[in-house]
Nanobody
Framework: QVQLVESGGGLVQAGGSLRLSCAASGGTFSNYAMGWFRQAPGKEREFVAAISWSGSSTYYSDSVKGRFTISRDNGKNTVYLQMNSLKPEDTAVYYC??????????????????WGQGTQVTVSS
């Protein structure tokens, strides 16, 4: 059983930055692809970014490409999401997730096996 705990959310002005962290325990973190998703009020959960088990491959949604960076430290069992140039439309609860079976990066939420509890990001205009 894999446990994921996100941290680093908060309130920031438009144009600002935040770095989210997701600490994993209970599994073999270095074997898993990891993803970040977000869910705004009244909207479906949407894919944000994913990273391969080694960190050599990443993939981003068009809405965050060039502004967000996903990375991981397998020695610390942690995945990060650096968010720059934040916009009010980035406001959402952000979730990290582990994909234990992937051979390629995937964007569908149902394909991820384990989820964190989420951390709120609010961007004011």
């Amino acid at each position: 059983q894999v446990q994921l705990v996100e941290s680093g959310g908060g309130l920031v002005q438009a144009g600002g930055s935040l770095r989210l962290s997701c600490a994993a325990s209970g599994g073999t973190f270095s074997n898993y692809a990891m993803g970040w998703f977000r869910q705004a009020p009244g909207k479906e959960r949407e894919f944000v970014a994913a990273i391969s088990w080694s960190g050599s491959s990443t993939y981003y949604s068009d809405s965050v490409k060039g502004r967000f960076t996903i990375s991981r430290d397998n020695g610390k069992n942690t995945v990060y999401l650096q968010m720059n140039s934040l916009k009010p439309e980035d406001t959402a609860v952000y979730y990290c997730a582990a994909d234990t079976a992937a051979s390629a990066l995937r964007v569908g939420a149902p394909q991820y096996d384990y989820w964190g509890q989420g951390t709120q990001v609010t961007v004011s205009s």
